[in-house]
Structures are given as C-alpha cells and as structure tokens.
C-alpha cells in the first residue's frame, strides 16, 4: 500500500516557475515508479512525466518541450516536478502517480494516486 500527497502548487504568471512534490508512505516505496499527471478544466486526465524504479530513468509527454524535469529521492519517499517556463495551457490539477513494475503513460497502469494539487498560470 502506498499513500500519496502532493504538495506545492499556486498561481503564477507565464515564463514562471513552480516546484511540485509528493510525498509517499509505505516501505516499498523505491520498488514503485512514478509519475505526474494533470486534468485540465473539462479534459481529461493526461500524462506529463514519468520516473522508473530504477532512477533515473525518465520519460516525457511532447507537451513538456524540456521545461519540465521530473525526479524522486527514495531515502526521503518523495517525487518532484519542476516546471520552469510555465504557459497558460499548463493550467491544471496536478497528481503523482505509483505504478508496479514497468507503466507506461495510461492512467489504467497507476495503482495509487494523491488527491491533487491546483496551478494555475496566467497570461
């Protein structure tokens, strides 16, 4: 069993910068990949990041264009996001995700998931 809960969301302006974490319970913790997803106003669920178990293997949606860098640190149970040159489009609730072995980019491959963290960005 894994408990997320993420952290670290706000208002910003575009070009500006926020960091997103997530903290997890559970000692299998490091046995666990990771994952950031957002929802949109009236969208669905969508992939943003996504770290192996075996750090530091990353993966990335299209729509990150390197300004997002995803990172965990196991002795601490947590997960980062850092988004840097943020855009009104990234406006969102943001969730880290846990996922056995090796998930790809479907929600259907997460088996734990946090309550959310709100960003908004403005133009």
């Known amino acids: 069993q894994v408990q997320l809960a993420e952290s670290g969301g706000g208002s910003v302006q575009a070009g500006g910068s926020l960091r997103l974490s997530c903290a997890a319970s559970?000692?299998?913790?490091?046995?666990?990949?990771m994952a950031w997803f957002r929802q949109g106003p009236g969208k669905e669920r969508e992939f943003v990041a996504r770290?192996?178990?075996?750090?530091?293997?990353?993966f990335y949606a299209d729509f990150v264009k390197r300004r997002f860098t995803i990172s965990r640190d196991n002795s601490k149970n947590m997960v980062y996001l850092q988004m840097n040159n943020l855009e009104p489009e990234d406006t969102a609730v943001y969730y880290c995700?846990?996922?056995?072995?090796?998930?790809?980019?479907?929600?259907?491959?997460?088996?734990?998931w946090g309550q959310g963290t709100q960003v908004t960005v403005s133009s």
């Open positions: 559970g000692r299998t913790f490091s046995f666990y990949a």
């Open positions: 995700a846990a996922g056995r072995g090796d998930p790809t980019t479907l929600v259907r491959d997460y088996d734990y």
């Open positions: 770290i192996g178990w075996r750090a530091p293997t990353t």
